[in-house]
């Protein structure tokens, strides 16, 4: 089970992020966890949208064997005036899983309560971000995709942690990040994006070294990850 991409071209343009990527070659085995390293201005959402089939290429092929996760913990599904359960049944039907099961998971997992009854716009945005997170990881992907750091208390970081190392057991992880020690936990290889150029590392610590000198280029610049991609999304929805 593969992810292939092959002579991709796209023109990334995403508000002031202006990026041309052409000839980028990616491919993805079984079995091994992938980091992708870049900052705000490599345009990074806009490769995984690629991957997860929701954008396409402007010239290529992208080719995939196996079952890839959205974006976790990517809140779009969730539906400002409608209960948490209500989305979720929605993503449980979408992805052809039992209710019921899905739901009394999610629950537990992202100890919510009574919470999972509630409209979205009237949920506590912790608990949103824990939804979000635990919608994605209860579902039987071959490959997940996370992008962000982990939020909240210690407590809640280390137990995120250690849900995905259960995951890279038993399935693929692809993190989408700009934390090399993050990605040096979890990953085994790297591609990492800068100025429209992708460089293949098959090592971590040579994808560290060669990362921490892009991003000493670019000190100047917006850190991709100032702010908790999940809460600035959930921030960003017009309640």
């Known amino acids: 089970m593969t ?3 092959n002579g991709v071209m796209k023109k990334v343009r995403q508000g002031a992020i202006r990026v041309n990527y052409e000839d980028v070659n990616i491919r993805i085995e079984e079995g091994v966890n992938v980091a992708f390293l870049g900052h705000k201005e490599a345009g990074l959402s806009a490769i995984v949208d690629l991957i997860c089939a929701a954008d396409a ?41 039992d209710e019921t099961e899905f739901l ?7 100890e919510l309560g009574d919470v999972l009854n509630t409209r979205a716009d009237k ?11 635990y919608s994605g990881v209860c579902l039987p992907f ?11 208390g210690k407590a809640e970081r280390e137990r995120r942690a250690e849900v995905m190392s259960d995951l890279g057991t038993r399935a693929g992880l692809l993190m989408v990040t700009q934390d090399i020690k993050t990605a040096q936990q979890f990953c085994d290889q790297a591609y990492v994006f800068d100025g429209g150029r992708v460089t293949h590392f098959d090592n971590m610590e040579a994808a560290a070294e060669f ?23 959930l921030v960003n929805m017009d309640f």
């Open 3 to 5: 992810i292939e991409l």
């Open 57 to 97: 290429p402007d010239k290529g092929t992208i080719r995939r064997s196996h079952s890839i996760s959205w974006a976790i913990p990517s809140s779009g599904f969730i539906h400002k005036h409608h209960s948490l359960a209500t989305s979720a049944r929605f993503i449980a039907r979408l992805y052809e899983v």
């Open 123 to 133: 949920c506590p945005k912790e608990a949103l971000a824990r939804f979000s997170f």
């Open 142 to 152: 071959d490959r997940y995709i996370f992008s962000g750091g982990f939020m909240g």
């Open 104 to 110: 009394t998971k999610i629950s537990e997992m992202a």
């Open 211 to 233: 990362f921490g000198a892009v991003a000493a280029q670019g000190d100047d610049d917006e850190d991709f990850f100032d702010a908790e991609p999940e809460l600035q999304e």
